[in-house]
């Protein structure tokens, strides 16, 4: 179901960059700036991933919590 590989794709970059996170947490004093680091690393795990994908790289998917990545149909009937 994309449904839940899209919801797959997102949580676990979002914990990976949490993890980071947490290893450059000795460096970071306040919670604001380690969430940023968070989403920070979340982000840039979730691009070099998708970039994998992009070029081929069979196993990159299944970083990202999936096998493939996911296929969104557009609904044709709610189009103007």
Do not use: C, K
Not at 20 to 34: I, K, R
Not at 54 to 64: D, F, I, N, P, R
């Amino acid at each position: 179901m994309n449904l839940w590989t899209s919801i797959r794709r997102t949580v676990i970059p979002t914990v990976v960059g949490a993890i980071m996170a947490t290893a450059a947490g000795p460096l970071l004093d306040e919670a604001l700036v380690t969430e940023a680091v968070v989403a920070l690393f979340a982000a840039l795990y979730y691009t070099a991933v998708r970039l994998l994908e992009e070029a081929g790289v069979t196993w990159a998917s299944a970083l990202l919590g999936g096998g493939t990545a996911p296929h969104y149909e557009q609904d044709t009937d709610t189009l103007p």
